[in-house]
């Protein structure tokens, strides 16, 4: 059983930051890859950020140079560092993990205000 649990949303006015947290039960290390997606109201879900068991990381084109995906393997813990904020970067932000199959957390809301 995979669980995962988001922390760090909230709001924020644009040009902040917040730094996510997905916290999983168990070491991620054996996890093909984990990623931060995102849904805003009426959209599809979209991925933001990935970063794969071998450590690189790919972005969304929206987010690249903002945002950083990182992970802490001793903690089981992986993070997503957003900085410069804009009102766009508004959804609720979804962990991923996947092991044969995709795992989510019940996601966190990230609201940034103008």
């Known amino acids: 059983q995979v669980q995962l649990v988001e922390s760090g949303g909230g709001l924020v006015q644009a040009g902040g930051s917040l730094r996510l947290s997905c916290a999983a039960s168990?070491?991620?290390?054996?996890?093909?890859?984990m990623a931060w997606y995102r849904q805003a109201p009426g959209k599809q879900r979209e991925s933001v950020a990935t970063?794969?068991?071998?450590?690189?990381?790919n972005y969304a084109d929206s987010v690249r140079g903002r945002f950083t995906i990182s992970r802490d393997n001793a903690k089981n813990t992986v993070y997503l560092q957003m900085n410069a904020l804009k009102p766009e970067d508004t959804a609720v932000y979804y962990c991923?993990?996947?092991?044969?199959?995709?795992?989510w957390g019940p996601g966190t809301q990230v609201t940034v205000s103008s």
């Open positions: 991923s993990a996947v092991l044969v199959w995709s795992y």
């Open positions: 168990g070491t991620i290390l054996r996890f093909d890859r």
């Open positions: 970063i794969f068991s071998g450590g690189s990381t």
